[in-house]
């Protein structure tokens, strides 16, 4: 049986929630604008409970088992950030509040800006960025920015060819014409295809390091080079950062902008989707032109504290808004995703430098481990040390079965199935990436799971081939659903 | 504690399977100029610690919770039904990842079609995706449609003035260098009518927004005749809604709208300084192929059983990457979730009631403020939930008062509105009880004298 939907489950006169009175006397309804009919589904509150309890019961997440879903970095998302982020003293403020009366929000923002650019290596940072892809587009618009200011006109972003593809959209939507670079046989740069393209129309490069194959370039130094000497600027995906905190500071090799994902590396939970929030730090050169507002504190002779009437710290500083000087502008209404901001907060705070440097560490311990495991039965991509994912080939020899058979499969032996046919230059890939919350015994159930999978595709193909038979449904018709369109389900006419 | 489970026993055993001595070979790729930098970071704190701090500095914060707030312009404390924390809090939904493999991924996947209806049925649309950041990216995203609809000819963007502010500045960010001119809301004075002269036929769509930003509910009949006027020159228009407010009022859809955008905040999601909230946005079905952002559709599994996929990722970055209709990758999940236990808990007579209280509380609030010396309501009618009051002082002293008395203020339009001086847009929704509003009218009598 699936679950109905609301509008199966709609009787009309029922209601879920209980409402004050008007309590006021009331003022006429201006005519001809109120509306006749409101198609909203009428449900009890047990009902709405039920349904949504039920919903949750068919889905998989990291609280439920291993997620290692390459790129992603579902780690596990510690219980006292949601605690910290639920405080009413943060969910309670309003964005248009005036500054004294949110000191306590912006100095949570000023300390993690502060935090983000020490790991990071760089001079300034914004918060404002809800996700990767606006912190792309942000990096790319202040490129073009910082470009355009010194009379250049660069048009030329050039994106790796295992790079996600978000990278050439955001840079594409910013008006500039993308270029690919190859990779080379060692899943690097192919630096000759790179210096041919160092030229005078060259904006910037765009490169995830390490790179989606979960490699660490091997001539990163030489990389950047190539780029900045021809006037180049170096954009930074941060969403591979979770192997190098502690690691290697990404501003201190060389890269100009970056973006993090806070929702990635700094453990904030991925929401089914959303919301993530995607920081940008940047160079000196470049903070003029980051979006804002953005946080700055000034020395005072007033405690945050005593705006209340009671003094609460030693330390007296007053937080405010400032907008770089040349800004690009604002990239979203208000902020930023704050609630996001006070669970990354408190996941820098619970770990410290050594906690964050062991996350990175046991993040590569785990995933050159679980390579180790894995390439005892599939063939690698790359035979390479990992950084913190690898990509193997979901191929059997002698089985005709791919990738996406193996992981659907996968969900019977009750795991979630690893990011597959990406990277594109990677036939049947199976991008793996434990994280470092794993523990040994998990990563070696999963191996082994693998291991019976490969067995199983040569002995029992199908088996493979209708996966999942364990799951809430069986594979589903992604081309009716794409044919047919049924976007939404509707009530019946009010009668 | 970095939430790491191994032994030092397990590391060395690990180590020595991978083959190598110790976890610092495994960074041999990295430059070792700049290899283990040591970070200046404040020293790791246990849970007792950290909440201790975390709750401090919250309580330097003046909340919603402890006093009462005036204060909307794009955000607004509205009542959460318990269940929406109930449900959203779920990590079955919350530590998931975009449904990328729909077999264990049906719970967000229906959650989002269930959404996708209700923002449907709420704006009169025929469809609608899972969610765009907020408001403002929401506005950008829609003339960005506009923009290929007209297949990039057409490059004037009319903004009405009356368009909130930050919408305003977000789209101008994402057409920077596009070569696009957006106008109209250069001067305030501007209304529908001066608006609807400036369409031509390089204008690829018209972008208003109802209640505007000061608080004013735009007639239907005005709407559909503007709709008209766009569409006379191969134009869209698209309007920006405040989704409470369609409880009660005609959607846009019935207006001869074609993109419907807005924050959905309002629908179940706290204030959160900001964010994390939702854009949400609808269209006609006609043109579903040229909008962006994630979008859900039904279909049947292998044994005929209904279930519901991701649909139409054609038109998306990590098929399409440099042509695709937009980069955005995600949408607002989790808080679409909260959208649309929101509108289920609430249903038909719910919102209707919400977007009741909260126009009587805030015209009878209007009343009485006007009835004050130096007060006076500038607002035309009808208004919604927020109007605009001048005073008789600068409104940050005014707000400076209020608060004394337990009130946070309204927004001081003279920020933003430079012809508003002294006037502040106030905001009464269900969450202000009569009996505050009569304390505050006590409280501006006081201030007056």
């Known amino acids: 049986m699936s679950e109905p939907l609301l509008c199966e489950l709609s009787v009309p006169g029922r209601c879920g929630c209980t409402l004050p009175e008007v309590g006021v006397p009331e003022s006429p309804l201006p005519e001809g604008f109120v509306r006749q009919d409101l198609p909203l589904p009428e449900v009890s509150e047990v009902d709405v409970v039920r349904h949504f309890v039920r919903l949750s019961q068919l889905n998989y997440g990291v609280d439920i088992g291993f997620y290692p879903l390459g790129s992603c970095t579902m780690k ?44 990071g290596g760089f001079a300034a940072v914004s918060l404002q960025p809800a996700a990767g892809a606006q912190g792309e587009f942000t990096g790319i618009q202040m490129i073009r920015a910082y470009h355009e200011e010194r009379g250049e006109r660069r048009d030329i972003i050039l994106i790796p060819d295992s790079a996600h593809g978000t990278n050439p959209a955001s840079s594409a939507m910013s008006g500039f014409q993308v270029v690919e670079v190859k990779s080379d046989a060692r899943g690097n740069v192919d630096l000759e295809d ?9 904006a910037g490069l765009m490169l995830t ?56 590396t700094f453990s904030t939970p991925h929401g089914g989707g959303g919301p993530g929030s995607g920081p940008v ?105 990992c950084m913190h994912e690898f990509v193997a080939i979901g191929r059997v020899e002698g089985s005709d079965v791919r990738a996406l058979d193996i992981a659907k499969r996968l969900i019977d032996y009750g795991f979630h199935p690893p990011t597959n046919y990406f990277p594109l230059i990677v036939p049947e890939a199976l991008m793996i990436e434990p994280t470092e919350t794993e523990s040994k015994e998990t990563l070696d159930a999963f191996a082994e799971a693998l291991r019976r999978i490969a067995e199983e595709a040569r002995t029992q193909p199908e088996l493979l081939r209708e996966a999942p038979h364990r799951a809430p449904v069986r594979r589903l018709d992604e081309v009716k659903a794409a044919r047919e369109l049924v976007l939404r389900c509707t009530l019946p006419v009010a009668r | 504690m970095a939430y790491t489970p191994h032994t030092e026993a397990q590391r060395r055993e690990m180590l020595r399977a991978i083959g190598v001595e110790s976890v610092a070979e495994l960074f041999a790729d990295v430059p070792a100029s700049c290899r283990f930098p040591e970070l200046k970071l404040p020293a790791p704190l246990s849970e007792v610690e950290i909440l201790r701090e975390l709750r401090e500095i919250a309580s330097w914060n003046a909340s919603a919770e402890e006093f009462t707030c005036l ?86 963007v009319l903004l009405s003035p009356d368009l909130h502010p930050e919408y305003r500045q977000v789209a101008r960010t994402y057409l920077r260098g596009s070569g696009m001119e957006l106008l109209g809301d250069e001067r305030p004075e501007n209304d529908l009518d001066a608006l609807e002269k400036m369409l031509d036929g390089d204008t690829c769509c018209l972008v208003v927004q109802t209640p505007t930003f000061l608080g004013e509910v735009l007639a239907p009949a005005r709407l559909r005749r503007l709709a008209e006027a766009a569409h006379a020159v191969g134009a869209m228009l698209v309007v920006a809604v405040d989704p409470i407010s369609l409880g009660l009022f005609v959607p846009p859809g019935e207006c001869g709208a074609d993109i419907v955008v807005g ?40 044994e005929g059983k209904r279930g519901f996929v991701l649909t139409l990722s054609t038109r998306e970055q ?115 009880p009569p009996a505050e509003i009569d304390r505050l009218v006590q409280v501006l009598r006081r201030v007056s004298r």
């Open chain 2, 263 to 302: 924050e959905g905040q309002a629908l179940g999601n706290p204030l959160n300084f900001g964010g994390p909230y939702l854009g949400f946005f609808a269209c006609r079905q006609a043109d579903v192929r040229k909008m962006a952002g994630r979008l859900v559709g039904q279909t049947v599994d292998a």
């Open chain 1, 209 to 264: 390091n390490p790179n989606t194959l979960g490699l660490f370039d091997e001539h990163l130094l030489e990389i950047v080079e190539a780029v900045h000497g021809c006037g180049g600027l170096l954009y930074g995906d941060g969403a591979n950062m979770n192997a190098l905190l502690g690691i290697v500071r990404p501003g201190e090799v060389g890269f100009d902008v970056f973006h993090y994902n806070l929702h990635k």
């Open chain 1, 194 to 202: 790179l210096r041919a393209h160092c030229n005078e129309r060259l």
């Open chain 2, 318 to 432: 990590h098929i399409r990457r440099e042509k695709a209709t937009s980069n955005i990758c995600t949408n607002q999940s989790l808080n679409a979730l909260a959208a649309a236990v929101y509108l289920a808990a609430l249903g038909k007579r719910g919102l209707r009631r919400v977007a009741e209280i909260c126009y009587h509380r805030a015209h009878y609030a209007a009343e009485r403020i006007g009835r004050l010396p130096g007060f006076e309501v500038r607002s035309t009618w009808p208004f919604f939930q927020e109007f605009v009051v001048s005073c008789p002082l600068p409104v940050d002293e005014l707000n400076d008062r209020l608060l004394d008395e337990g009130f946070i203020g309204g927004f001081d339009l003279s920020q933003t509105h430079p012809h508003l001086e002294r006037c502040t847009l106030l905001c009464v929704t269900e969450m202000v």
């Open chain 2, 71 to 156: 204060l909307g312009a794009g955000a607004y404390h509205h009542y959460i039904p318990s269940v929406v924390p109930a449900i959203v809090s779920r990590s079955e939904f919350y530590t998931a990842y975009t449904p990328y493999q729909p077999e264990i991924s049906q719970g967000t996947l229906q959650a989002i079609f269930e959404y996708q209806s209700m923002i449907c049925a709420l704006t009169g649309m025929e469809v609608a995706n899972a969610s765009h950041y907020d408001g403002g990216t929401a506005v950008a995203e829609a003339i960005l449609m506009a923009r290929s609809a007209a297949r990039g000819k057409r490059r004037r």
């Open chain 1, 281 to 385: 730090g940047c160079s000196a050169a470049l903070a003029p032109y980051l979006p804002g507002p953005v946080v700055e504190r000034l020395r005072s002779d007033e405690c945050p504290g005593e705006v209340r009437g009671h003094t609460h710290t030693e330390e007296c500083f007053f937080y405010d808004w400032t907008m770089p000087e040349r800004s690009i502008g604002r990239v979203k209404t208000f902020y930023g995703h704050f609630a996001v901001m006070v669970r990354a907060y408190t996941y820098i705070r619970m770990l410290g430098a050594a906690g964050l440097r062991q996350v990175a560490e046991d993040a590569v311990l785990n995933a050159n481990y679980l390579q180790r495991k894995v390439g005892e039965v599939f063939r690698l991509s790359h035979n390479r040390r």
């Open chain 1, 76 to 119: 596990y998302n510690p219980k006292v950030n949601e605690v910290a982020a639920s405080l009413p003293g943060f969910v309670q403020t309003h964005p248009y509040q005036p500054v004294h009366t949110v000191q306590g929000n912006l100095r949570l923002m000023w300390e993690l800006q502060e935090f983000l650019k020490e790991i």
